[in-house]
């Protein structure tokens, strides 16, 4: 079967290897949709944590269920998409109802191989129904999930000003499922397209481009001079994560989604009088996905409004760096994989 693979920083390479297999505990897909996410582009440039080269890359998948292998409930043929975070089942976390942060946990893409081939096979336990979705959908769902799972630690509560950091795809899925739990959102970013699209695709009210505007006094302008109560960073920069501590109300509580390899660093007296809450959110749940795939079903999210970029399998290599470049205006890139 065909492969693409990572096989160092700027340096993707097709291959052919066997076709997958599904062993005891494992259920085999038809890779149809594979989303492309701040993941693998980070992966590319060599800045993700927690990877090792060489790597197939992709886990936001959709496909066909060609052989569940005796999973419960699951039917040839239909379509479905997974949970690609393979977790242990029995340490502290996964005892603790969080298999999200499993201390031995195996992202697929990223501490296995992932989604970029024809055929892949997965634990069944990680499997998810179609629910009517299109390919495009499901491949979405897990992204979404991972913004809802952020949503879901900070609490929302309906009419609180949740500041989301970031107007990438993660960002958007938080933005949209804080808006779900009753969140009265504000978008900030420093592209200008990205903020756009906020406003006119998703309908956040409140828009702040870092570069141009004072941000202290417009979130003081926004909220009443309380500042939000809610602060969810999807950046994964170390400059945008130290800066948001500055942006909390007292009594907040701030959620770090994005990802980064340096130290986080900030005023202790300043956090300490807020009594407020730090918090990290890894991954997502079955529970996560499940309200993602709800909130799809009942109208109250539509992620193809993200597909920016469509691409075939086969113009994968030649596309993926221009997705790195922010002039190309790409919020969500989506390879198509027709057999």
């Not at 970013?189 to 006094?217: P, Q, S, W, Y």
């Amino acid at each position: 079967m065909k492969i693409l693979a990572c096989a160092e920083p700027g340096l993707l390479v097709y291959g052919e290897k066997e076709t997958s297999i599904a062993q005891p505990g494992e259920s085999l897909i038809q890779i149809k949709r594979i989303g492309i996410c701040g993941t693998d582009l980070h992966a590319f440039e060599g800045t993700q944590p927690f990877f090792t080269y060489p790597r197939i890359l992709g886990h936001e998948l959709a496909g066909d269920l060609v052989d569940p292998n005796g999973a419960e409930g699951f039917k040839q043929g239909e379509a479905v998409t997974f949970i690609p975070y393979f977790n242990c089942g029995h340490c502290i976390a996964c005892r603790s109802g969080k298999p999200n942060c499993c201390t031995s946990i195996k992202v697929c893409g990223v501490h296995v191989d992932g989604g970029m081939v024809e055929y892949l096979a997965v634990p069944s336990y990680a499997l998810v129904h179609g629910e009517g979705l299109s390919y495009d959908e499901l491949a979405l769902v897990e992204p979404l999930a991972i913004g809802a799972h952020g949503v879901r630690r900070a609490a929302v509560q309906p009419g609180e000003f949740v500041l989301v950091i970031g107007a990438g795809p993660i960002g958007l899925g938080t933005m949209e499922f804080a808006r779900i739990a009753g969140g009265e959102v504000i978008a900030m970013d420093m592209n200008e397209g990205r903020l756009a699209f906020c406003k006119d695709k998703l309908k956040v009210n409140h828009i702040i481009n870092v570069t141009t505007d004072d941000v202290m006094a417009r979130l003081s302008e926004i909220t009443n001079g309380d500042m939000p109560t809610v602060v969810i960073d999807c950046t994964g920069s170390l400059r945008a994560i130290n800066n948001g501590f500055q942006y909390m109300a007292h009594g907040a509580r701030y959620v770090l989604v994005g990802l980064q390899k340096g130290e986080i660093s900030f005023i202790h007296p300043e956090f300490h009088k807020r009594e407020a809450t730090l918090m990290s959110s890894r991954n997502a749940t079955r529970a996560d996905f499940e309200h993602v795939i709800a909130s799809m079903k009942k109208g109250l999210v539509d992620p193809t409004n993200y597909i920016t970029h469509r691409v075939q399998f086969d113009d994968v290599k030649a596309e993926f760096e221009s997705w790195l470049n922010p002039a190309n205006g790409v919020i969500k890139a989506m390879v198509e994989f027709n057999i």
